[in-house]
């Protein structure tokens, strides 16, 4: 009787993650199939990809990627909000001076905002920021500076990111050499990592 019991409590607690396909650590979808021609039930776990590092600097560089996600990927995703109000704001203003008024304006509110984040980066999550503002905008940092303030502004802050290491022209491109962190992005986006 108390093993009957453990089993039915064992089968219900499979069916509870098959129907609200629980997300759990390795697999991201589990569901149940019949097999017709015995009648027997059989769960299928489609499994996450894993990678199989070689060396362990490889693995250590792959958790520090995803460090780096986590910390800055909600930046970007501000970033791409910031930027889309700010699009949506100028088209509203009638000349050209109110427009370069307000982009002082909203330039000054968001270096008071963001300028304690930032000083708290490291370069390589800098780096990591710069590629995923790409990706979420379409637009590298420096068009953005470019078409917001103007183009001299946009030479002078590509110098000083240069002094330091990086780019602000950085593009990104999931296919190619951002293959890592785009899967990294979307098990981020998933509730994955």
Not at 36 to 55: A, E, N, W
Not at 70 to 95: G, H, I, S, W
Request: proline share 2%; charged share 30%; glycine share 6%.
């Amino acid at each position: 009787m108390r093993r009957i019991f453990i089993i039915a409590l064992l089968l219900m607690a499979l069916a509870e993650c098959a129907s609200a396909q629980y997300f759990g650590k390795g697999y991201w979808d589990v569901y149940w199939d019949r097999d017709k021609q015995t009648g027997d039930s059989i769960v299928h776990f489609q499994l996450l990809p894993v990678y199989v590092f070689d060396r362990g600097i490889d693995r250590r560089r792959y958790l520090k990627m995803i460090r780096a996600v986590r910390k800055v990927y909600p930046l970007a995703k501000k970033a791409r909000e910031e930027m889309a109000a700010l699009e949506a704001e100028l088209c509203a203003l009638p000349t050209i001076e109110a427009q370069k008024e307000f982009t002082k304006q909203v330039e000054k509110r968001l270096k008071s905002t963001y300028t304690p984040v930032l000083y708290d980066m490291t370069r390589y999550e800098g780096r990591i920021l710069l590629k995923l503002i790409d990706r979420e905008t379409d637009y590298t940092a420096y068009q953005i500076i470019k078409d917001f303030r103007s183009g001299f502004v946009a030479g002078f802050w590509q110098g000083i990111a240069r002094i330091f290491g990086n780019n602000l022209k950085t593009e990104y491109d999931g296919e190619g050499d951002d293959r890592m962190l785009e899967q990294i992005v979307v098990y981020y986006e998933a509730g994955l990592l």
